[in-house]
């Protein structure tokens, strides 16, 4: 059974076709994406209406090159999947609308896919693909959450951000500092020449009992900080806060997964979405992990940020588990919000 998956929700045109024949993980055939990261670097965060143009103008050509790589034809494909959001409402639209237009010329059914589900089961693309059951640490740049997987399609959320994400903290953090859209990685270089102790930032809700997150009060930390040094910053005084400023989000998201990890019973954790990239997190989580024999799993670097084969698996998942029958209805809305939690 083959699936072309398109994601389409944010500033990432991303294309991929699976093949989720047999029991196995589906294999990925073609995988190709666009990042509009450079047209929004101008405007200093993502523009909506520019993003869903810039979707119309690449879809098409990236599924003839995801069709040219996995040397199949269009007519051969089963069932065209999208994600249907959570997202950017006229992003979104985009893509489910070429899933659907194309699936009504192929002749086959289309399906709508959770973007959470998607970068969730990401990491059974990567060489160290985990088993279920697990938890999973979802960090992108609009979600911070803890869930309990006991397979596809059964999700619990054991806590979230009750304000920004930790994607989100990244960016509005490296904002503050002059860094450059989208802040994680630009923060993340930063850091690197920085002492994560010069600076002491809150580490909120850290001993709160629960496994719910807030970093909205780090950025405001960091903004005083900021205030403070004025401009123009020292060079050494950036790197410092930078590195001060990551360290804070990383100790509050190893030690919540790992009370997670404790509360669960579970020893396998699944860390997925576009601050999964970052290399203190993942040190730091496998170390702190490690310690207490429990094993971390991560998607492929390439998958961590948006893509179409997180997509396109998560489809082909939902497909083996008997979880969906796609129609051949061709009418489609997108949710612009949705949580995971109304999929399980
Ligand atoms: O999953 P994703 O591509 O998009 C969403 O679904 O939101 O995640 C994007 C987020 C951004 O906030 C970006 O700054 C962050 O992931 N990010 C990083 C790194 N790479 C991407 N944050 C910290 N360190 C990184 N290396
Ligand atoms: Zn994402």
Known sequence: MLVLGIESSCDETGVALVDASGGGVPVLLGDALHSQIDMHQAYGGVVPELASRDHIRRVLPLISQVMA??????AEVDVIAYTRGPGLAGALLVGAGVACSLAAALGKPAMGVHHLEGHLLSPFLSADAPAFPFVALLVSGGHTQLMRVDGVGSYEVLGETIDDAAGEAFDKSAKLLGLPYPGGPALARLAQQGDGQAFKLPRPLLHSGDLDFSFSGLKTAVLTQAKKLGEPMDAQARADLAASTQAAI??????????????????RLVVAGGVGANALLRSELNTACGKKGMRVH???????????AMIALAAGMR?????????????FDVKPRWSLAEIS
């Open 319 to 331: 497909l083996q588990a008997g979880l969906e029958a796609p129609q051949r209805g061709y009418t």
């Open 250 to 267: 990383v100790e509050v998201l190893v030690k919540k997964s790992v009370k997670a990890l404790e509360q669960t019973g579970m020893k």
């Open 298 to 308: 991560y998607p492929e670097l390439s998958l961590c940020t948006d893509n179409g």
């Open 69 to 74: 790589q996995g040397q199949r034809s269009l």
